[in-house]
């Protein structure tokens, strides 16, 4: 059986409709990468989260809207965006609890910074006020599938593995990043501009990136390898 792979299907914030909804490329990309992509509705209960994350081999927690400044701690700043607290919890409870049951994450864009929340990190509100001298870093959502500003991957980091070089070219489409990773995580990619653009847990079951690989891979084949090293990971602790 291919492994599981959950994703949470997400509210759009910007419709009154209630739907449940998630973008096709995570989707796209987690087939292509030979896993089964399910969904989860966004609940609080921890009972459910649980049975959620017992059927799943892995996690993906995908791109979104803004991480809630209530839940940072924090007043919100000019230039904050869409927020969806019940989402951010939801997410921050399923990560503790795959964390718990030992199934590997891979955290794209938003999940990049709700993994390194979750660790003990900290994130901009928005780098374009709060950190200075930024490259850009929001292109225009048509050019997505295109390649827009290069990262830097260490070269001790599964990105480097992956891609078997120091200079890569990615997409870029947030206004908020990671600031700083907690204990057991480590920095792996960087914008020219200093920018936290990689991170990973140390025993590596943890990973995420700021770019949107499910845009590029179709043009890009190379990019499908971080899906690929999530459904790997998932296959070596089923066996
Ligand atoms: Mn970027």
Redesign the pocket.
Same mark, same amino acid.
Request: aromatic letters at 18%; hydrophobic letters at 50%; proline letters at 0%.
């Given at each position: 059986m291919k492994p599981v792979i959950l994703i949470c299907a997400v509210r759009n914030l910007k419709d009154s409709k209630k739907q449940f909804l998630i973008h096709e490329s995570y989707v796209s990309a987690i087939h292509a990468a030979g896993g089964t992509p399910i969904l989860a509705p966004i609940t609080n209960d921890l009972s459910e989260i649980k049975s959620y994350i017992s059927m799943c081999d892995g996690l993906l927690l995908s791109g979104g809207e803004d991480v809630s400044p209530m839940l940072l701690n924090e007043e919100p700043i000019r230039g904050i965006g869409y927020i969806s607290e019940e989402r951010d919890r939801f997410e921050f409870m399923l990560f503790k609890e795959a964390k718990k049951q030992n199934k590997p994450i891979l955290g794209i864009c938003k999940g990049c910074q709700i993994i390194a929340l979750s660790t003990g990190g900290k994130i901009y509100q928005d780098i374009f006020t709060q950190h200075s001298n930024t490259?850009e870093?929001s292109q225009p959502e048509e050019q997505l599938g295109e390649l827009?500003?290069t990262?830097s991957l260490d070269d001790n980091s599964k990105l480097y593995e992956l891609f078997k070089t120091e200079k890569i070219r990615?997409?870029? %489409?947030?206004h908020q990043?990671v600031l700083s990773v907690g204990e057991g995580m480590k920095i792996t990619a960087k914008?020219s501009d200093g920018?936290i653009?990689g991170i990973e847990s140390i025993d590596g079951l943890i990973f995420g990136v700021? %770019?949107h690989p499910e845009l590029l891979f179709e043009k890009y084949p190379e990019q499908l390898s971080i899906y690929k090293e999530l459904i790997d990971q998932c296959i070596k602790l089923k066996k």
């Open positions: 490259i870093h827009f500003h990262v990615v997409n870029s %489409w947030h990043a914008s920018l653009e700021q %770019w």
